[in-house]
């Protein structure tokens, strides 16, 4: 058992950090669909932190001087607890949240059915059998459903 090759002679040991990210790239292209339980995914997570560090960045807040010649990063980390974010600060996270949102509200998951049809099915395969076989023997049943739903069946 064990390894099938020792670690120094892989062939990828001598390559560079552009090829090995190049290799990484390719390795994740396929991979890029995020949707129902795979949306939070690391990579889907670590996309959106980027994202918004690159917002932030591209703000130009960040990395301001504050004082004693430290940056406004450096200095949080020493005053932990004891920060008080400014206004333009608080204006810029409102705006993130409303922009989230905004493109949460955009997105809807498509129903199928009629919210306000009756429902005749437990699972969506019953659903599917039981269109056939309203599809077949409605015309037959008609008059029987609506004295049901009447109360005057015999």
Sequence with gaps: GGMARKTQDSPWMNDTVEQAAARYRKS?????????????????????????????????????????????????????????????????????????????????????????ATVTFINDRNQKFNAKVARAFDKYTQETRAALERGTAL
Excluded: C
């Design 28 to 116: 994740k292209r396929g991979q890029d669909q995020s949707f129902g339980w795979n949306i939070f995914n690391q990579d889907t997570l670590f996309r959106t932190y980027e994202k918004r560090v690159n917002l932030m960045l591209s703000d130009g807040n960040v990395g301001r001087v504050v004082s004693g010649g430290k940056t406004e990063l450096a200095q949080l980390s020493l005053d932990h607890g004891t920060h008080k974010p400014s206004e333009a600060d608080i204006d810029r996270m409102v705006g993130e949240l409303e922009r989230t949102q905004a493109r949460r509200a955009t997105f809807h998951r498509r129903r199928q059915f009629v919210e306000d």
